[in-house]
T-cell receptor, first 112, second 117 residues
Framework: QKEVEQNSGPLSVPEGAIASLNCTYS??????FFWYRQYSGKSPELIMF????GDKEDGRFTAQLNKASQYVSLLIRDSQPSDSATYLC????????????FGTGTQLKVEL | DTEVTQTPKHLVMGMTNKKSLKCEQH?????MYWYKQKAKKPPELMFV???????INESVPSRFSPECPNSSLLNLHLHALQPEDSALYLC????????????????FGSGTQLSVL
């Protein structure tokens, strides 16, 4: 079982719709969860982080964490073509020091 | 200054060459990282430096040699690489607020696209 799993996609949504990206993780001791956006050929850019159960909102982005189900998600409201990118889920485990483990990423395509 | 700067942006080298990748940050961060990313794959951790000391080596082959001359600089020395080492090499830094700080965030540089011929 992979430590961090994501559906590779592509996930296609129409402009203006809500995009829902999901991530599951295997280590129950995981402490912190991060969402990075990566455009093709570019470096990952941090967009959200969460470490408490529930929702965390920042502009059009909402991160949701359910530690009991070992599940973290990212919602993007009012999706724009500029949101088209690969979204990487990253997890920091307890005792892992500064090590982040990344999922394989979900490719999002926002269509006009 | 909120950037992590990497040079060069592109590098082509032969299997007998020696080259170095450079990374610099002036955010006062005390942890610095090297990641390797192949196309359509997630970044894979190679090394972590914490307070200028190597704290994590993810069993990386010795043809990759990291160096942290000071708290702002991180180098990756390359020697006798193989074609399968071709990838995007990403440097990152984080504040290192504490060993288990939950909101310790990594900031990535733009990467060096390496091709080994």
């Amino acid at each position: 079982q992979k430590e961090v799993e994501q559906n590779s996609g592509p996930l296609s949504v129409p402009e203006g719709a809500i995009a829902s990206l999901n991530c599951t993780y295997s280590d129950r001791g995981s402490q912190s969860f991060f969402w990075y956006r990566q455009y093709s050929g570019k470096s990952p850019e941090l967009i959200m982080f969460i470490y408490s159960n529930g929702d965390k909102e920042d502009g059009r982005f909402t991160a949701q964490l359910n530690k009991a189900s070992q599940y973290v998600s990212l919602l993007i409201r009012d999706s724009q073509p500029s949101d088209s990118a690969t979204y990487l889920c990253a997890v920091r485990t307890a005792g892992g020091g500064n090590k982040l483990t990344f999922g394989t990423g979900t490719q999002l395509k926002v269509e006009l | 200054d909120t950037e992590v700067t990497q040079t060069p942006k592109h590098l082509v080298m032969g299997m007998t060459n020696k080259k170095s990748l450079k990374c610099e940050q002036h955010m006062g961060h005390r942890a610095m990282y090297w990641y390797k990313q192949k196309a359509k794959k997630p970044p894979e951790l190679m090394f972590v430096y914490s307070y200028e000391k190597l704290s994590i080596n993810e069993s990386v082959p010795s043809r990759f040699s990291p160096e942290c001359p000071n708290s702002s600089l991180l180098n990756l020395h390359l020697h006798a690489l193989q074609p399968e080492d071709s990838a995007l090499y990403l440097c990152a830094s984080s504040p290192k607020k504490g060993q288990q700080a939950r909101d310790e965030k990594l900031f990535f540089g733009s990467g060096t696209q390496l091709s080994v011929l």
